[in-house]
Each structure stands twice: as C-alpha cells, then as structure tokens.
C-alpha cells in the first residue's frame, strides 16, 4: 500500500446482539476508535452478527457466505481490531467464528509472496461482568499471531464488572479512569506499530 495512504483500522464488534441493540462491545470499540483517530488512523466498524458469516475455515465459503465482503475491507486495513464479550469465560461464539475465518490466511499470500495478514496489527477490546478477560486476551492474540499479526505493546483494554453484577459497561455514567488510560496507551502503541511496519514491512525473503 502507498506509504502516503492513510493507515485505516477495521473494528470487528463480535456482541451477540444484532444492530441495533445497544452492545458494550460497540461502546468500547467506538471509543478505542475516536482514540485511534486522534493519531490519523481512520475506522470502519462491522457488528459481525448482522451478517451471515458461514462456518468453516475457507475465505469464501459459497451460498450467502458474506465473510468475503468483511475480508476485503480486513484487507485494506492496517490495524485490526476485535472486540468481544466475555461468555462463559471465554471470547463470545461471533469471535470465535472469526478466527476460524482468518485461519484461512495462512493459505493466502500477497503480492510479494508473504502471508496475507502480515503487516498488519491486531488489537483487542474486551468487556464483561465476569472473569475472563486476561485468558480472553491470549487466546485472541495467539490465534492472530499464528495468522501474521503483530501485536503492539499494550495492545489490549478491557472493563470487567463485579462478578454477577447485572450492570454492563454501556451502563456506566462515565468512562472509569483506568479504562481509558488504557485506551490511550493501546491507540498509542498500535499506531505507532501500524506506522512503522508501513514503512519497514517484513521482508518477503524468509530464507
């Protein structure tokens, strides 16, 4: 991509909740990306569940497969961005369909004959009242690690209610204090990470 292009963040909201359903994974996703913006990085947010994304571990399954038209805009984008809630103590099932999508780029090169997704920075957002958020955070940052993305320094934020608490973080009158520092050091080190690998990209010579 043109080095004076600039960089673009796609935020994959994975609520259970279809649009237009508050979510406080939407919530948290639109503030780490008014955050993002303030570094020049613009954004695009796709709520997964309103589109059909078929299971399997194909870019394109067939049929109604609308996961093609998510994976193009993934493509055109330099920072990814997942956000989920926590179930069960685990990512939500949307998340979870998503990586088994992306798993189809370890087939995929680009035009210098590296894999797809490198170059390319993954961050997350992550909220729930229950525990989980640290094993949450792993397992979505090992998954798009193994699939060629980079992971900045502080590349996570998340809220965790109290536990069986009925209040969700779209509840809250403001933003808590550590919530968004941490916002703040996510969208500094993602951007600065996007920025760098745009202009020193992994080499394509692996050898």
């Not at 994974?25 to 008014?34: G, N, P």
């Not at 939500?92 to 992306?102: D, G, K, P, T, Y």
């Not at 229950?130 to 397992?139: F, I, M, P, R, W």
């Not at 965790?160 to 808590?176: I, K, W």
């Amino acid at each position: 991509m043109p080095s004076d292009t600039p960089l673009r963040v796609l935020a994959l909201v994975c609520s259970l909740k279809p649009s237009p359903a508050p979510s406080s994974s939407s919530l948290l996703a639109e503030q780490v990306l008014r955050e993002l913006k303030r570094h020049d990085i613009e954004g695009a947010v796709v709520r997964v569940v309103d589109h059909n994304l078929a299971p399997g571990v194909e870019k394109d399954m067939g049929g109604e497969d609308q996961w093609p038209d998510i994976r193009a805009q993934l493509l055109e984008a330099d920072i990814l961005l997942i956000a989920t809630p926590i179930w069960l103590g685990h990512m939500s099932s949307v998340a979870q369909r998503v990586l088994e999508r992306i798993d189809a780029e370890l087939a995929e090169t680009d035009h210098h004959g590296r894999p797809s997704m490198w170059d390319k920075v993954a961050i997350a957002a992550i909220v729930g009242n229950e525990d989980g958020a640290h094993k949450v955070t792993a397992d979505l940052f090992q998954a798009l690690s193994d699939t060629g993305f980079t992971i900045p320094a502080q590349g996570a934020t998340y809220w965790v209610g109290e536990a069986m608490s009925p209040t969700d973080y779209n509840d809250l009158p403001e933003t808590p204090d550590a919530v968004s520092s941490a916002i703040k050091d996510l969208a500094s080190c993602a951007a600065h990470l996007a920025k760098t690998l745009r202009h020193n990209p992994y080499p394509a010579d692996r050898s």
